[in-house]
């Protein structure tokens, strides 16, 4: 994949899931932004596709 491709995949998938995502504000004014950061990023599954993105974007040369 092209990595241009790839940054506009996570662009939208930023812009259509996590763009005034009510879980992490929630969880934001209940625990803290840390807390929210960390289930964002090891609990919700919008998180584990950014992963794999980043992932495949790491692993693109050029």
Same mark, same amino acid.
């Given at each position: 994949?092209? *990595? #241009?491709?790839?940054?506009?995949?996570?662009?939208?998938?930023?812009?259509?899931?996590?763009?005034?995502? /009510? %879980?992490? @504000? $929630?969880?934001?004014?209940?625990?803290? *932004? #840390?807390?929210?950061?960390?289930?964002?990023?090891?609990?919700?599954?919008?998180?584990?596709?950014?992963? /794999? %993105?980043? @992932? $495949?974007?790491?692993?693109?040369?050029?």
């Amino acid at each position: 994949m092209d *990595k #241009t491709i790839i940054m506009l995949e996570i662009d939208t998938v930023i812009d259509t899931y996590c763009s005034g995502c /009510f %879980l992490k @504000s $929630q969880l934001a004014n209940d625990k803290g *932004k #840390t807390a929210a950061h960390r289930f964002c990023i090891e609990g919700c599954t919008v998180g584990d596709q950014l992963k /794999f %993105l980043g @992932s $495949q974007l790491n692993n693109t040369s050029k």
